[in-house]
DNA sequence: CTGTGCTTTGAGAGCGCTCTCACGAATTGT
DNA sequence: ACAATTCGTGAGAGCGCTCTCAAAGCACAG
């Protein structure tokens, strides 16, 4: 029985510990550790149990000291907290990257990089924490992401901002695409004065899905003119359709670039006295809870955010693994990971349109 | 302008080269970088010039290994990503260690410890990736607790399940002076048939919260009777009042033991013509976002869930800094870090009670 | 019996850092 | 004045692991 206030810790086995109790070298045991398979089978085994007998763990800092890699890939969120919380578009990314880790042996870090001065996120992933970075809901601002890349290989959940980076990797779901699947929605319905409430002129995603709505408009013949711009929150949304609906009284079908927007045009939709759909048919983006959350569930353009997830970690483990082949041939071999990686989207009916 | 399809990233600058620009020893550099003051002020700046012309960042992997310490946290979470994300609870605890680790140089490890197997987690843990861990929404099976504590300092947030373990550390709210509070507030509005909706019946805050509505059941003479188990969640608290509104369709007043489950709760009482509070006055628990989500704002017993992560990322602090002085004296020096931190709770009153 | 080629194993050199120790210089006491 | 102490600095030994390289073992051909 001991008195003494605090136990010290025994400290953690080594590979040199089991080396000895297996009654083999120190490199062999880090090989049956990392499983080759250029071992004896009854050396396996005495490791093995030397292993288990230990109950050893191989200590990381070390290992990553002398491979110089770390298996841990970060999760870059310039974000603040309660924003990443709140959206269920982080939830299902988030979900996404651990699925396809949970196949590998990396590790995942989380650095959501709110008010806190960048700068300490950025020494953080400089210090060789991890292998790669993953990057999403990425703003125009934030610029330490270029000197990110100049460090270690890194992959963006949505595209980046900057158009001249032709360079950088990204997983994107088709704006552009799915817009059009939207606003076709509303031709094929019959409506043919069809308004839009645009998201954020500045990114890409709100540039992207203002792109396929005209699109599919022109392909209709039907007038452009109809656009309001909206900043992706229900109060942007709110306002964009108010003056809609001022410009154009007649409209009878809009296109809302989230739904979050969404839900704001169905409230001032509903206080000018239209019905939905009846008056007018609306279709939204994103297939978030906010969809279901109004006063009529949206029918919406849905985007696998949990894929993109997947996807994104796939991309980056996949550069990871060419990375380290390319040790000698480094000549022209043909490029097997693909910048660009974009994922479809699908209309979700409901009853707005 | 370089064609090579794959280009190197240039090496990390390391202590020895910027000892060499600096004119000085690694020692030196190393002590200037860690701010010893024992470093002549002339080579102070010269070693800072270095390291600035350099852009140099220590590695991680060779000074944990050197050091034998991470500066890294993990918190761990066997939760599963929805839930974890769902609840925000989650969010405030986070944000709270996170404020504390701010103004430390540590790093926290974000571990939602779901569906996976938790001994890689474990494994995680044990290769020495953190320093000590801080363990929240732990349930009674969760074991694995018990091996991680003989390998590194840990710290609950919530009481421990195992009541037996008294040395552990944990930072908890007065979950059953919280309850009691809530019902109290129930019987004081002259409800005289009080029902409750119970938390997981395998968690501490559970078990304390049904405790306290108990003992003010008691208190006031009113039958005990009414008492149905949800599981934190909002479908297992609609599907508890159901199943409370069809056992006792006379109650009048009704404790639920977090907000979450509350707003399953209002639903449900709409959806069989209660009004809230004419016909059944509810209180809730926790305070989250999720009190005011609902279709009446709910009355709810506010515990402090970011102080919480506050002070759990606190004690765990201090106790790897005793750790950490503890070299030479070990003699029974008073104990300055308290093995249970209890936060007040207060009730926010709004409309539902 | 020697030579060739292959496979299995061990020795040992780092990876980039911290930390102890020793040494010379500067400061103080007597 | 010289011994005693302090202070700033560098040398060097690891931390626990990986990985290259060479040695040892073995098979088979000549």
């Known amino acids: 029985m001991t008195t003494s206030v605090r136990q010290t810790r025994p400290p953690q086995p080594t590979l040199e510990?089991?080396?000895e109790v297996a009654g083999v070298s120190r490199a062999t045991v880090s090989r049956v550790v990392n499983g080759s398979t250029r071992v004896g089978p009854e050396i396996v085994a005495a490791v093995t149990t030397a292993v288990e007998e230990l109950n050893y763990v191989p200590n990381r800092a070390a290992r990553s000291l002398?491979?110089?890699?770390?298996?841990?890939?970060?999760?870059?969120?310039?974000?603040?907290?309660?924003?990443?919380?709140?959206?269920?578009?982080?939830?299902?990314?988030?979900?996404?990257?651990?699925?396809?880790?949970?196949?590998?042996?990396?590790?995942?870090?989380?650095l959501v990089a709110s008010s806190d001065?960048?700068?300490?996120?950025?020494?953080?992933l400089r210090s060789g924490n991890v292998d790669g970075a993953l990057i999403i809901s990425h703003h125009t601002g934030d610029d330490f992401v270029a000197e990110l890349e100049t460090t270690m290989p890194v992959v963006f959940g949505g595209r980046p901002a900057n158009a001249d980076n032709l360079e950088a990797y990204f997983v994107d779901v088709d704006n552009a695409a799915g817009a059009d699947l939207g606003t076709q929605r509303l031709v094929d319905l019959g409506r043919r004065r069809i308004g839009t409430v645009t998201g954020s002129a500045d990114m890409p995603a709100g540039i992207d899905r203002l792109t396929g709505f005209l699109r599919a408009l022109e392909r209709a013949g039907i007038p452009t003119d109809a656009v309001e711009h909206g900043d992706f929150t229900v109060q942007g949304?709110?306002?964009?359709?108010?003056?809609?609906?001022?410009r154009c009284p007649d409209i009878d079908g809009l296109f809302v670039a989230s739904d979050l927007m969404g839900t704001g045009a169905l409230d001032v939709l509903r206080e000018h006295g239209r019905s939905v759909p009846g008056d007018v048919a609306v279709v939204g983006f994103d297939d978030s809870p906010a969809a279901t959350r109004g006063s009529v569930p949206?029918?919406?353009?849905?985007?696998?955010?949990?894929?993109?997830?997947?996807?994104?970690?796939?991309?980056?483990?996949?550069?990871?693994?060419?990375?380290?082949?390319?040790d000698d041939d480094d000549d022209d071999d043909d490029e097997s990971v693909p910048h660009r990686t974009i994922m479809p989207t699908r209309l979700v009916l409901r009853e707005s349109a």
Request: glycine share 4%.
């Open 117 to 124: 001065p960048q700068h300490k996120t950025l020494r953080y």
């Open 66 to 110: 002398a491979s110089r890699q770390t298996q841990a890939l970060a999760l870059v969120v310039p974000e603040d907290m309660t924003r990443f919380f709140g959206d269920p578009y982080f939830a299902a990314v988030v979900q996404g990257i651990t699925r396809r880790l949970d196949q590998s042996d990396f590790t995942l870090n989380l």
């Open 298 to 326: 949206l029918t919406t353009v849905s985007q696998p955010s949990e894929e993109m997830g997947f996807a994104m970690a796939d991309v980056l483990l996949r550069r990871l693994a060419d990375d380290a082949d390319d």
């Open 17 to 19: 510990m089991v080396a």
């Open 237 to 246: 949304g709110a306002a964009a359709t108010r003056r809609l609906l001022e």
